[in-house]
Every structure is written in structure tokens, then in C-alpha cells.
């Protein structure tokens, strides 16, 4: 007689996923450690915000005072103006990243020739490769009021240098201009893919019915680029409390800290510079629940009026 063969084990399906995906979990295993090591264990280091910190005593042997770092802040007689600065900043960046891509999309939309239009593309793409580090040390250079390049140009047409970075009046435009020439290029590119998704035969019946360029443009092209015109304005408003850290450190000074100190810049001089712990953390985390609830805010406008789902 044949002997009894014993029914096979059924896998389970965790076990069938992961034996299908362990190579893609293992891919992604040095990317989750780092995030582990730099995003979320250092978030332990929140508690701060609600003790009276010494270094002395680390977190565990500090006391405990509460709320009284956030009343601190709402008290502080300097706070106002940096949200204000903050906002006011970020608020501008994020229009001006708008209206200059779409501009310079449409523009070079009209391009006819393949090489120039690759040249364009790749030269206005080049700066966002460039950390502020590098270009707050080259703006410093070429706006310096005594030997800038800007500078000697104002001066060659009899107009007195100006003071770029330091002078408060002219700071927050330097500021505007110059992260726009850094970013523009890469937002133009998202809007020009979107160019090319529009079917090339509503320009060809637009031209037929008689539209010129500039109707052609208002009718077929503006309507459809706006989807992901709205889209990108909707996230960017997460960032309203991200007025660019990177940029204003490496170009702003004491004398301009009236309209370029910004929350994050802020959070630096007291928590590196003047060793208030406590108080910086609780500036940080006031900066953090609040773009955390502007960040959903923008994902729930995202997906109520473009359809739009990160997840």
C-alpha cells in the first residue's frame, strides 16, 4: 500500500508577502535607520521644552516648571515681529515660486528649437543644485557695498552703492530675488511637464476658429496647467512657517534682524549661541504644531479640491 502523503503547509500570507518583498525591505532598511537615529530618537529631547534645562543635570534631573516656557514666549517682546517676519517671508516666496514658473514655463513653451530649449532648461536648473552655503558667501560678494559687482554697476550709472544685506529696507527684497533665481528653474520644470500633457489638437482647433496666441493661451493653456497650479500652491502652504532657514543664516547680520529674523534663525542664536535650551525647544515645538496643523490643512484642501492623496 502507498503510503499516506501528509497535506502540505499552506504558507501564510505574511509569510508569502514577505518572502515576495524581503529584498525591498531590505533596501529600504538603511533609509529607516537613519530616520530612525536623526528624525525620531532626538524628538525624546521635546521634553526640554517644559523644564528649566541644565546641561548639568540632563533631561532626567531637570525640573519640571510646565507651561512657563510657552508664557515666556508669548511675553517675550520680540516674538511678534519674528512671526510676522516669518510669515510675511514665506508668504511672499511661495507667490513669487508660483507666478515666475508659470511665466517662464509658458514662455519657454514657445520654443521651437530642441537644443535652445535644452539649454534653457538645463541653466536655469543648475543654481538649485547649489547649497546656500556656497551662494550666501558668492551674493556676499557680488552685493558687497564697497566692491560688489552690483554694486560698481549701480555706482557706473550715478546712483550711491547700496547696502544689499544690511540695510533693512532692501534685506527682504535680496532675499525674495535671490530665492527665486535659485528655485525657479525647478518649479518650472513641473510646470512645463505639465505643458506638454496638453493635447496638442485644441491648439490646432483653436487656430482654425481663429484664436491668437494669447487667447489660445488664456482658453487651453492656463486651464490646463491649473490643477497642478492648485495642487502646488495647496502644499506649499504647509510651509508657511518655513521661511528658508538655509538662505537667511548665511546672508542676514545683527543689523538687519528687524526684518529678516525668522523663527528658525531665532530658535539658533538662543538655543547655540546664548544656550536657553528650554526656551528654543519651546519655540521649535509652538513652529512645529503649528505647520503640522497647517500641513494637514493643506492636504485636506489638496484632496477636497484638486483630488489630490499623498496616501
Not at 511665466?103 to 538645463?122: M, S
Not at 536648473?125 to 560698481?152: A, M, Q, R
Request: proline fraction near 4%.
Amino acid at each position: 500500500m502507498k503510503e499516506m502523503e501528509l497535506p502540505k503547509k499552506k504558507k501564510s500570507i505574511f509569510a508569502k508577502f514577505f518572502n515576495k518583498n524581503t529584498p525591498l525591505h531590505l533596501m529600504i532598511l538603511p533609509g529607516l535607520l537613519i530616520l530612525l537615529i536623526f528624525n525620531y530618537l532626538p524628538m525624546f529631547g521635546v521634553v526640554m521644552a517644559f523644564q528649566n534645562y541644565r546641561p548639568a543635570r540632563g533631561i532626567l534631573g531637570s525640573d519640571w516648571v510646565g507651561l512657563a516656557n510657552f508664557r515666556d514666549i508669548m511675553n517675550f517682546p520680540d516674538t511678534g515681529q519674528i512671526v510676522f517676519n516669518t510669515t510675511y517671508i514665506a508668504a511672499v516666496k511661495i507667490v513669487l515660486n508660483l507666478i515666475v514658473p508659470v511665466i517662464f514655463a509658458l514662455l519657454i513653451n514657445e520654443v521651437r528649437k530642441k537644443w535652445f530649449l535644452k539649454g534653457v532648461q538645463t541653466i536655469i536648473y543648475l543654481p538649485n543644485f547649489i547649497s546656500w552655503v556656497i551662494l550666501g558667501g558668492v551674493f556676499i560678494d557680488l552685493l558687497s557695498p564697497s566692491s560688489g559687482l552690483i554694486n560698481e554697476i549701480v555706482k557706473a550709472f550715478g546712483h550711491k552703492p547700496i547696502f544689499f544685506l544690511g540695510d533693512n529696507e532692501w534685506f527682504r527684497r535680496t532675499i525674495f530675488a535671490t530665492d527665486v533665481w535659485k528655485n525657479f528653474g525647478y518649479n518650472t520644470i513641473i510646470y512645463f511637464a505639465a505643458l506638454t500633457g496638453i493635447d496638442g489638437s485644441l491648439y490646432e482647433a483653436a487656430q482654425i476658429d481663429g484664436a491668437n496666441k494669447w487667447k489660445q493661451i488664456k482658453h487651453i493653456t492656463l486651464p490646463g496647467i491649473m490643477p497642478i497650479v492648485v495642487v502646488m500652491t495647496i502644499l506649499s502652504l504647509g510651509n508657511i512657517l518655513n521661511a528658508g532657514f538655509d538662505q537667511i543664516f548665511n546672508l542676514y547680520n545683527p543689523s538687519v534682524y528687524k526684518t529678516g529674523d525668522i523663527l528658525d534663525t531665532f530658535v539658533y542664536r538662543l538655543g547655540f549661541q546664548q544656550a536657553q535650551y528650554s526656551f528654543s525647544t519651546a519655540i521649535g515645538l509652538f513652529k512645529s504644531v503649528i505647520s503640522l496643523a497647517l500641513t494637514s490643512l493643506s492636504y485636506w484642501f489638496a484632496y477636497k479640491f484638486s483630488d489630490f492623496r499623498i496616501f
